[in-house]
């Protein structure tokens, strides 16, 4: 007998998995978190149904979530990662030196538990001295801060449960007044086949807000249609002008100096939506 998960990623439509094992299946306080085997693509984590993360595909997501901004910024100093709880934003930001401190702000604790203990190479570099792991409110931490970070990362889920108020203008609001006078921020803003209205929103509203909002993509194939959106907004430095010297040696599997440029290229039903 061998056992299938599906994420339904619309009414009607799924990927489906061969799973070998399942390590963990339990309602924390947020949300349901599963942590499974799969035959394809590693170790597995799923929040609410839906696919966060495989220990084959991650490097791709991590790696542009957090070097696209943090090569945009002259000098990235403080870091903040909203959500992200399984680390891989975190290690992929330790890879700058330049960066003194990385803040991780995560919901839900068990997140951070399980990940340690089934994903360690995604989670590895959370005990990392640069690094300060608070459980706590992501939302709420950016309410409280003020010219704080260089670059913010939010890392969230789907614009449905604990991450719903994350895609809200309020938010980018609040990530503006935490951000320096020349900060840079990116949020993953999910796929342009399910769900384009809402990449039209959230760059509509990003754009209100800083004066410089650019949409990239990357190819991540575990995700909803493979095909996944990223928005930046920033107050001062543009991601398409960033001058060759700056992309300093960093050990990679996705991003290249040329992709940061070329990720920017849109295909034209997706850049019709901003
Ligand atoms: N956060 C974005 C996952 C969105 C995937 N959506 C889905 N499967 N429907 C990923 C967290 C990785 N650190």
Do not use: C
């Amino acid at each position: 007998m061998s056992i299938w998960f599906t994420e339904k990623q619309t009414e009607n439509f799924g990927i489906t998995m061969k799973i070998n094992k399942t390590y963990v299946s339990e309602q924390t306080e947020f949300q349901k978190l599963d942590m499974v085997e799969t035959e394809e693509f590693g170790n597995m984590l799923i929040l609410d149904g839906m696919v966060m993360t495989t220990q084959k595909d991650e490097f791709v997501y991590h790696e542009m979530v957090a070097h696209v901004p943090l090569f945009t910024h002259p000098n990235p100093k403080n870091v903040l990662v909203v959500g992200g709880g399984d680390g891989g934003v975190i290690r992929e930001v330790l890879k700058h030196p330049s960066v003194e401190k990385a803040v991780l702000v995560e919901i839900d604790g068990k997140v951070i538990e399980y990940s340690k203990q089934y994903l360690p190479e995604i989670a590895g570099d959370l005990e990392n001295p640069r690094v300060e792991v608070k459980v706590d409110d992501g939302f709420m931490h950016i309410a409280t801060s003020n010219n704080e970070y260089d670059v913010i990362m939010v890392d969230s889920t789907e614009p449905v449960g604990p991450a719903a108020k994350l895609f809200e203008k309020g938010f980018y609001e609040g990530i503006s007044k935490a951000l320096k006078e020349d900060g840079i921020f990116v949020a993953q803003t999910d796929n342009p086949w399910f769900t384009p209205e809402l990449i039209s929103q959230v760059f509509s509203d990003v754009s209100e807000i800083f004066p410089i909002t650019r949409l990239y993509t990357a190819n991540i194939p575990t995700y909803p249609s493979g095909l996944w959106t990223f928005t930046i907004g920033s107050k001062k430095h543009d991601p398409l002008e960033v001058p060759a010297s700056r992309f300093h040696d960093i050990e990679t599997k996705y991003w290249t100096p040329q992709l940061h440029t070329a990720a920017f290229a849109l295909p034209k039903f997706v850049s019709d939506l901003i």
